[in-house]
């Protein structure tokens, strides 16, 4: 087991760290661990955080924003970390999401190279950047990226213009590519967040409570928000540059049995219907699982939660009911 999330020495003057998405599933978290590390935190979105937070806040749209005046923030705040949390999967369009996840990206490469004062970065992309892996899940030495989404093609492009930037030397940056997260805060229209909110509002009635949702055919690799924070910690901290660094558990689990995990540890009487395959809907199995190995060796990091206890403190949070674990 490792230990937990890095601190600075509070004897030393707080570092300065801003958070781009900071209000956002996974950027929450982080600004709450580098503010409990003893950071000085700045949370950057579009629309102030709908739960009370104790970091600073900036509302900004990094996708209607002139790199020029993201600059001249960058410079103000003079932050020693940029952590880029920035981007939705909740789009299908290719337009939209090379809108949402890679021109803020571009704008803040762009912004970053007219520095004086040059900030390290640490970049969230995301395992779908590598399409899905062979039906066997086996993951495939240094693999060709081949995104099959929206997403992962936009998210593809961003991670590949931070690489392009640190080789260069314009910029001092890593990348973790993230597998899919589970945990407090998860999204409403996540499949855990559907399925959740199904649990919570059916229970109500008493009974058997139905959760009708589509094939649940995908093998996915999922991993605690709190293990992603605490990755994203260690990238700020790491003297590595470069580099592309996949986050998650290392294992790719049936979805089907994280939903029926999800409803044991709720403890509501539920069955899970799975409504018929759509025309035309791909029959392959598709894989995820993420290669820990260059986690351990860059950022001395392994993920520290099992599924069932981050699936415990998300059904305790979004329920306000103790788990049945």
Same mark, same amino acid.
């Given at each position: ?12 003057? *707080?570092?300065?760290?801003?958070? !781009? ?16 590390? /003893? ?7 579009? %629309? ?10 900036? *509302? ?10 993201? =600059? ?5 705040? +003079? ?19 090379? +809108? ?5 990206? $571009? ?20 395992? !779908? ?7 066997? /899940? ?10 099959? %989404?929206?997403?992962?093609? =936009?998210?593809?492009? =961003? ?16 990348? $973790? +590519?993230?597998?899919? #997260?589970?945990? #407090? ?15 919570? %509002? ?5 009974? %058997? ?15 605690? #928000? ?15 540059? /470069? ?19 999800? #409803? ?34 860059? !950022? ?6 099992? !599924?069932?206890?981050? $699936? *415990? ?9 103790? =788990?049945?674990?």
């Amino acid at each position: 087991m490792t230990a937990g999330p890095p601190t600075v020495p509070r004897t030393a003057p *707080a570092r300065r760290v801003m958070v !781009l998405g900071g209000t956002g599933f996974v950027g929450r978290t982080v600004c709450a661990d580098f503010r409990a590390a /003893g950071w000085d935190v700045l949370a950057v979105a579009r %629309t102030a955080p709908e739960r009370p937070a104790a970091t600073r806040f900036l *509302a900004l749209d990094l996708a209607e924003t002139p790199s020029a005046t993201l =600059a001249r923030v960058l410079e103000a705040e +003079r932050p020693d970390v940029v952590v880029n949390a920035t981007g939705s999967i909740w789009s299908r369009d290719d337009a939209a999401m090379e +809108r949402i996840c890679t021109v803020p990206t $571009l704008r803040l490469l762009d912004a970053l190279a007219t520095l004086r004062h040059r900030p390290r970065l640490v970049h969230l992309g995301t395992v !779908l950047e590598y399409g899905p892996l062979p039906p066997d /899940g086996t993951p495939r030495p240094d693999p060709a990226p081949e995104p099959t %989404t929206p997403y992962g093609r =936009a998210k593809l492009a =961003a991670s590949r213009a931070v690489l392009e930037a640190a080789a260069s030397g314009a910029v001092r940056a890593l990348v $973790l +590519r993230v597998s899919n #997260v589970s945990g #407090v805060g998860a999204p409403d229209v996540s499949l855990l967040g559907r399925v959740a909110e199904r649990l919570v %509002t059916g229970s109500a009635g008493g009974g %058997t409570v139905t959760v009708e949702l589509a094939p649940l055919r995908a093998h996915r690799d999922y991993v605690d #928000v709190r293990d992603v924070s605490e990755a994203v910690l260690a990238a700020a901290l790491s003297p590595a540059s /470069g580099r592309a660094v996949d986050i998650g558990r290392g294992e790719a689990v049936p979805v089907r049995w994280l939903v029926d995990l999800l #409803v044991r540890v709720s403890g509501v009487p539920a069955r899970i219907v799975e409504r018929p395959a759509e025309p035309g809907a791909a029959s392959e199995r598709d894989w995820i699982r993420t290669d820990l190995a260059p986690a351990r060796e860059v !950022l001395g990091w392994r993920p520290r939660r099992g !599924l069932q206890e981050s $699936l *415990a403190a998300y059904w305790a949070d979004v329920s306000g009911r103790p =788990a049945a674990v």
